[in-house]
């Protein structure tokens, strides 16, 4: 079946790091990825998204590339602020799945000053 | 609103008593969802609602779940004979019509915590 894999967190940055959030999938057809973010106190919300492969999602620094050879969707930061500190979380959208997003377990991110 | 929004925001139960968690989805979005976190579990997608077609409820974990949703709008998930294994943050979500790479808007949960 369709499924998500993100590696572990706590991940703890000091700010201006380099981020990465691991994340590969599993899924039947070409899916879509995402990923959502969800800030203390806050809802989900969804941070950026790729819909075939070698596409690029891109949001308020943040990029992932949507990997069909490595069935991967890795989220990538240059530089992280403290205001990034969240859970984030990957997703995809399978055909034939209509309204079913299949998440990842999560990664919090935590920025130190 | 201009969100999605749930209540209650958090509720304690003692177990084997029954709960309804309510969502009020944005204005105009025909597509509704429940989703279930628990800790270290990520998101486990519970049902499904698009205007009036039959419901997806592959996800509802028991006969003990249900959802429903009245005049395309609100939606109620109700919990019966709550156990501990229950606790979770149960989240509601909506969206446009159902699109391939669409976005769903998400609400702050309602936090079940059962004794």
């Known amino acids: 079946g369709n499924s998500v894999t993100q590696m572990e967190g706590p991940v703890t940055l000091s700010e201006e790091a380099f981020l990465t959030i691991n994340c590969t999938y599993t899924a039947t057809g070409y899916p879509s990825l995402f990923w959502y973010v969800q800030y203390p106190g806050e809802g989900l919300q969804l941070l950026l998204k790729a819909t075939k492969a070698d596409d690029k999602g891109s949001n308020k620094g943040f990029e992932a590339t949507y990997r069909k050879e490595t069935t991967s969707f890795h989220l990538e930061k240059g530089s992280v602020q403290v205001s990034d500190s969240a859970v984030y979380f990957c997703a995809l959208s399978s055909p034939g799945n209509t309204g079913k997003l299949i998440f990842g377990q999560g990664t919090t991110l935590q920025v130190k000053p | 609103g201009a969100g999605v929004s749930q209540s209650p925001s958090n509720k304690v139960t003692e177990k084997g008593k029954d709960v309804e968690l309510r969502c009020d989805p944005i204005?105009?979005?025909?597509?509704l969802y429940w989703y279930r976190q628990s800790l270290g579990q990520g998101l486990e997608f519970l049902i499904y609602?698009?205007?009036?077609?039959?419901?997806?409820k592959s996800g509802l974990p028991s006969d003990r779940f249900s959802a429903e949703r009245t005049g395309g709008s609100v939606s109620t998930l109700t919990i019966q004979r709550t156990q501990q294994e229950d606790s979770a943050v149960y989240l509601c979500?909506?969206?446009?019509?159902?699109?391939?790479?669409?976005?769903?808007?998400f609400g702050e949960g309602s936090r079940l915590t059962v004794l």
């Open positions: 609602f698009q205007g009036n077609s039959a419901p997806d």
């Open positions: 979500a909506s969206s446009f019509k159902w699109t391939e790479g669409g976005e769903l808007f």
């Open positions: 204005s105009g979005h025909t597509a």
